[in-house]
């Protein structure tokens, strides 16, 4: 029997029993559907926090004060001595490399926010002009910290928008005074109202340089030190860089702590990577089942199409023709299944999409080919205990009925 | 050309042996006209059966054209089956979703022959039978002797050595069943080797040898 002459029959056998046959296309479909969708969206969701991270700056390197592993048991850590505070100074130190774009030091606290009796405690961050594009904030009014020696403590400050809301109300606060923790200083900007930094709800933050927020705090130190690198690819050279200038300045010792956005990402990309699997995992059961209910629909068929297949064998086919005729017949419901179910795969990722514009629902390829993978596997394995069946017939009885 | 001899055929029906063939031996020639006869049960079927390659005996030899045919695996009998062997049944069993054209070529289509060479050959036998504009209808388009009809020219496309025919007008009416009668003696004279398988005396009559089975036996044969 030809290739050709197995298809056509086959199709001619699924297109004499309409209700059946799209009964089994409508459980392939929906299996194959579910499997493209789930992905689609699963990596969606996978593309959409890594997108978000990177906004934050793939680049960026945040150096802590302290090292994080306890069981480096140096003489320093023995007599309970604390680590050296990163300063100014540092920051100044790491900035002097062609490795780096930019640098912000930063500094956080927590003050009261005085104006005309209305009071509110606030979290103040003292930082640089760099710090609005290394966190790509945007500036809604006014201008941001001015660029100047990070030393000079300017009483200065831009306020987070709903902060300003509360303090001024409708009134304009540009050139107005505030009162920080018993100090004067003055409104020169107001930051647009949105996103999130470091955990802040930048609606919620006041900004003040650097300098002025240590004389605020009354400390040397430094909460951590922001660095941009220049590209991706010189981040691990930008680590070592920082680590040696730091611990040069440190008497030699490694009191620092470097962690990189990329690495943090990478961890929520695995994380996201492992849901997608599953949820493509669960929804491949569904087609496991549209192969169970192809196999019972198949057993049937058979038994109803008992004197057709003895026919067959009377008329000179063998044993593996017979096989093959209805493996085939099961392989075209699941070929045509699947595509009709990548259609609508297609058709519903489309359709969040529409609804959830930020959400690039399209599946991955790996699991195109995996939903059309399985649908063929289950296709084949659960036809062949059918047409195994069918196969062994006796055709003598088979034909003795009519 | 078929040679049975001595063959054996029993089944185990509810645990009882039953003997269906008992050491029966039959030679068949080629050109010979052939009718089995016999009351219902009593194992014609059977024979027709193993002539067939349908069903094997479990003892005796069965040569078909010179060639020991008794234990051939599933994939040589199929094949000898295509090649020699043409069936026409007493409920036609044409498949109803294919036309007539189509049930007509099933046979070349599971041998492998190509679409427009099955299209030929069946338009030849088409014609010849009588059923010219009936070609693309479907079996339940066509009346009784219409679909026997496709039946006899599905089982003389491969042109087989023989042509065996279980009840052909057991599900005709008097007139239609006459009709079949003529088209398969008509096939015997050109030369085609029939055996017909019958309980009705008027038709096993016509054959020019007549075999009578009673209880799995050869009761009684006319020529041959």
Known sequence: ????????????????????????????????????????????????????????????????????????????????????????????????????????????????????????????????????????????????????????????????????????????????????????????????????????????????PVAFAQMLYNTSGLFRILVEGKDLESLERLKKHIKATIAKRHYGEEDVTIITQDSILATFDKILRSLTL???????????????????????????????????????????????????????????????????????SWGIAQVYPELTTTPPLWAVAAAMATALGTGLIFSLLPAGRAARLDPIRALARR | MIELSDICRTFTVGGQEVRAMDHVSLTIGAGEYLSIMGPSGSGKSTLLNII??????NSGTYLLDGRDVTSLADEQLAATRSRKIGFIFQFFHLIPRLSAAQNIELPLMLAGVPLRQRRQRSAVLIDSFGLGNRRHHRPDELSGGQRQRVAIARAVINQPAVLLADEPTGNLDRSSGAEIIDLLEGLNRAGQTLVIVTHDPEIGERARRRVRVVDGRLASDSGG
Not at chain 1, 5 to 20: A, E, H, K, P, Q
Not at chain 1, 91 to 111: D, H, Q
Not at chain 1, 153 to 171: D, I, M, N, T, W
Not at chain 1, 325 to 346: N, Q, W
């Open chain 1, 278 to 348: 599953t949820v493509a995992g669960i929804a491949a059961i569904s087609l496991v089942v549209a192969g169970i209910l192809i196999m019972n629909v198949m057993l049937m068929s058979v038994a109803q199409r008992t004197a057709e297949i003895g026919l067959c064998k009377a008329l000179g086919g063998t044993r593996r023709q017979i096989m093959a005729m209805l493996v085939s017949e099961a392989l075209l419901l699941s070929v045509i299944g699947g595509i009709l179910g990548l259609l609508l795969g297609f058709a519903g």
């Open chain 2, 52 to 57: 067939g390659l349908l069903d094997t005996p």
């Open chain 1, 1 to 208: 029997m030809r290739p050709l002459d197995t298809i056509r029959f086959g199709l001619g056998s699924l297109g004499s029993n309409r209700v059946r046959t799209a009964l089994m296309l409508l459980a392939m479909s929906i299996g194959v559907a579910a499997v493209v969708l789930l992905t689609g969206i699963g990596n969606g969701a996978r593309l959409y926090i890594v997108d978000q991270f990177a906004s934050l700056g793939t680049n960026l390197v945040i150096v802590i004060p302290g090292r994080a592993e306890t069981a480096n048991n140096t003489p320093a850590t023995l007599i309970g001595e604390t680590p050296r505070d990163l300063t100014l100074e540092d920051a100044a130190a790491v900035m002097r490399s062609e490795l780096v774009e930019r640098v912000a030091p930063l500094n956080i606290g927590e003050l009261n926010a005085v104006r005309q009796g209305r009071e509110r405690q606030v979290p103040v961050l003292g930082s640089s002009a760099s710090f609005l594009a290394i966190h790509h904030l945007k500036l809604a009014l006014g201008s941001f910290l001015p660029e100047e020696d990070w030393d000079i403590a300017r009483p200065v400050c831009v306020l987070g928008s709903k902060v300003s809301q509360e303090l001024f109300g409708r009134e304009p606060a540009i050139g107005e005074l505030i009162r920080l923790g018993g100090y004067r200083c003055r409104v020169i900007g107001i930051l647009a109202s949105e996103g999130r930094s470091l955990g802040f709800d930048t609606q919620e933050m006041v900004m003040v």
